[in-house]
């Protein structure tokens, strides 16, 4: 069984409305470009994410050897998302 729950933040449409769709954003993209390392992509390769157990290493820049490490989280996820993060608000800086 399926229920939903309006929030406060919920828009219902008036009636005789469609209900109107906001676009989510897509998750980001990444490739396996090496055993234990991935590149995130944006508009093209924006970073890395390197696996070092236990961590994953975040670097942003291209290509790999001019990368810069901004960080080391435990998750992928959040590594993908930090490196994605950092590249968008540099780009957004310059």
Known sequence: MTAKTHTAH????????APTTAST???PLYERVDLDR???LHE???GY??????VFVCY???PY???DEIAQ????HDAVRTVLHRAVSMRRAQ
């Open 10 to 17: 919920d828009h219902k449409p008036a009636d005789g409305q």
């Open 38 to 40: 991935y590149v995130v």
């Open 60 to 62: 942003v820049g291209h």
């Open 44 to 46: 093209g390769p924006v």
């Open 73 to 76: 989280v435990y998750d992928f």
């Open 65 to 67: 050897h001019h990368a």
């Open 25 to 27: 954003p897509a998750e």
């Open 49 to 54: 994410v390197e696996h070092v157990h236990p």
